[in-house]
Each structure stands twice: as structure tokens, then as C-alpha cells.
């Protein structure tokens, strides 16, 4: 493990190489969300949330779990991204078994709620939007990427968290283990096989 101050960018700041097992860390990521330069720096708040001492260890546990979930560059659909991000949760929850979800995605709690409020209505949306099986780039950046807020292109939009298609794509992956108890973890991370794990999922939530 090597630890370094001014060499890995914000949106990086722990970088893991399974084939070597080495671990980078940057430090300086770790001030606390209100360290003066970071504002300075012009770094959004919604970033900076999570500067804090305490999220080393989740930046950590996901750089590792983004190693045991590799990414398919093949997998362009948006339900495939979702599910993808999900697995990366669930992998540093495993990680992590004193934290729960909430805590890994970062989220407090009126936005936890607001997503399990909002999951039947987001379902909907996504599949009158035909959005699950799009291969739109800028669906990513609107519901999985790190943002302060979620786009649905509402006058609401400011009071959605961000990156709930990584959240419902944490329940797709819960669904579908749910569906198949025999299958451990360890498979299913590796199974890539993303459009299957949403049809044997068999996710819809409703109200």
C-alpha cells in the first residue's frame, strides 16, 4: 500500500491492481468536506460530501470491488450500466458488512427514502421512457454518474438525490438473488450476463 498528496485526481483517489495487490492511496482527498482549498479548487459540494476521514474505507472497498466486477465495455444498454453499478455496491457492501447500502452509496437518509418512496414511479418512468434497454450515453450521466441530483427534466429534480439508476440497480441485483437463493455471490459477480440477470430478476416494483 503506498499513500501519495497531489498525484490522483478527486474522482479517483484510491486506485487498487488485483494482479499485484498494490493499493494507491490519495490522502489528500481525505480532509473533511469543508477543507478550505477544496473549495478553492472550485470541487463541487456534492463531491466534497464525501472528503471526509470516515469514507476512506468505502473509497477503498470499491476501488476493490470495481476489480471483482470488471467492466464490459460491450455493456451499453442502461440497465446494464444500472446493473453494473449495482454489483460494484453490493461487492463493497460485502467488503464492509458493518455498513449498510445507505452508507455505501453515501446517501442520508431523506435521500434513501426518497428513492424507496420513488421506486415504483421511477420503474415506470424508465419503461414508458423505454430507456432499460437504450444504449443513450447521456443516460448514464444523468442517473448513475456521481451529480448532485438525478435529471428527469422536472421542475422536482433539485429534490432527487443522485445516482438512483445505480440505486435501483442495487434492488435489481437484491431481486435477483432473491429470485435464485442457490446462487452465491461470487457467481453472480462474475456472471455477466446483465439482461438475463434483469429478466431473471423478475424487478417490478410496485406501490
Given at each position: 500500500m503506498y499513500t501519495f498528496?497531489?498525484?490522483?485526481?478527486?474522482?479517483?483517489?484510491?486506485?487498487?491492481?488485483?494482479q499485484s495487490n498494490d493499493?494507491?492511496?490519495?490522502?489528500?482527498?481525505?480532509?473533511?468536506?469543508?477543507?478550505?482549498?477544496?473549495?478553492?479548487?472550485g470541487i463541487p459540494q456534492y463531491i466534497r460530501n464525501n472528503f471526509k476521514p470516515q469514507d476512506l474505507k468505502i473509497s477503498i472497498a470499491e476501488s476493490m470491488a470495481r476489480q471483482l466486477v470488471p467492466m464490459d465495455i460491450t455493456k451499453r444498454k442502461f440497465v446494464e450500466k444500472m446493473i453494473y453499478a449495482g454489483k460494484v455496491l453490493l461487492?463493497?457492501?460485502?467488503?464492509?458488512?458493518?455498513?449498510?447500502?445507505q452508507e455505501i452509496m453515501q446517501y442520508s437518509s431523506e435521500q434513501w427514502q426518497w428513492c424507496v418512496d420513488n421506486e415504483a414511479d421511477m420503474y415506470v418512468y424508465f419503461t414508458e421512457?423505454?430507456?432499460f434497454f437504450d444504449e443513450d450515453k447521456k443516460l448514464s450521466e444523468r442517473f448513475i454518474e456521481p451529480?448532485?441530483?438525478?435529471?428527469?427534466?422536472?421542475?422536482?429534480?433539485?429534490?432527487?438525490?443522485?445516482?438512483?439508476?445505480?440505486?435501483?440497480?442495487?434492488?435489481?441485483?437484491?431481486?435477483?438473488?432473491?429470485?435464485?437463493?442457490?446462487?452465491?455471490?461470487?457467481?453472480?459477480?462474475?456472471?455477466?450476463?446483465?439482461?438475463?440477470?434483469?429478466?431473471d430478476s423478475k424487478y417490478k416494483p410496485i406501490k
Open positions: 498528496t497531489g498525484e490522483l485526481p478527486y474522482m479517483n483517489p484510491v486506485a487498487y491492481w488485483v493499493m494507491v492511496l490519495g490522502l489528500d482527498w481525505f480532509l473533511g468536506k469543508d477543507y478550505p482549498l477544496y473549495q478553492k479548487m461487492a463493497t457492501q460485502a467488503f464492509l458488512p458493518e455498513k449498510s447500502a421512457s423505454e430507456y451529480a448532485p441530483f438525478s435529471k428527469f427534466f422536472t421542475d422536482t429534480d433539485n429534490e432527487t438525490p443522485g445516482r438512483v439508476g445505480a440505486w435501483m440497480g442495487l434492488q435489481i441485483c437484491h431481486a435477483y438473488l432473491k429470485q435464485n437463493p442457490k446462487v452465491d455471490l461470487a457467481t453472480f459477480l462474475s456472471d455477466n450476463d446483465y439482461l438475463k440477470i434483469f429478466k
